[in-house]
């Protein structure tokens, strides 16, 4: 396949690799699902973007000294789907935590990283909600957290036996512990701080 520099020359009925993701040149961002293209929502809202940097903050605190990174949309991560075609999900979470190195190449991650964090925007919720939830439980990604803006909520779900099992919502004035990272304690307060 030869470069693609605009968007609209892709058959979106036609099933691509990660080869071909590679190969696409045009400023909209996208991500595979099992092979599809899907359109990802345009840029962030400045209320998405406080959250994210506010999570971002306290991962980096309580990872800085151990062997494990934060990445940040935009970030590759090339999902292992056992029901779809190698290499044919790539995803771009919101944050990922990976503490697994050899994962990690020029390109971004290939594998399942440790943890997810997706924050939900209005058009994406049910992708979040749906697809990445059965994507990421597929792939093996041990602990996903969705964060509802709206709602100030994080649900936090964690992988046992392959398949989540979802936590009680945490909401305003409670504390979010990792069941993965017993260390990493996040305030909900702090996660909406000026959002």
């Known amino acids: 396949m030869a470069i693609v520099k605009n968007f609209i020359d892709l058959d979106l009925n036609k099933s691509y690799t990660y080869s071909d993701y590679l190969l696409w ?98 058009n994406n919720s049910n992708h979040d909600l749906h697809t990445k939830f059965n994507l990421y439980q597929e792939a093996e990604v041990k602990e996903y957290w969705i964060v509802e803006p709206r709602e100030k909520v994080v649900l936090v779900y964690c992988l046992k036996d392959g398949q989540y099992i979802g936590l009680k919502p945490f909401v305003e004035g409670q504390i979010i512990e990792s069941i993965l990272f017993p260390e990493l304690k996040v305030a909900v307060d702090d996660v909406f701080y000026k959002a």
């Open 25 to 122: 040149q045009f400023s909209e961002r996208v991500e595979l699902i099992k092979g599809f293209i899907r359109k990802m929502s345009p840029a962030p809202n400045s209320s998405h973007q406080k959250i994210s940097y506010n999570i971002t903050g306290a991962f980096f605190e309580t990872f800085k000294r151990n062997s494990c990174s934060v990445y940040v949309a935009p970030f590759d991560v090339r999902l292992p789907i056992k029901s779809a075609k190698k290499d044919s999900t790539i995803v771009q979470p919101d944050l990922c935590v990976i503490c697994d190195e050899t994962l990690l190449d020029e390109q971004g991650c290939n594998g399942a990283p440790d943890l997810i964090v997706e924050i939900l925007s209005p």
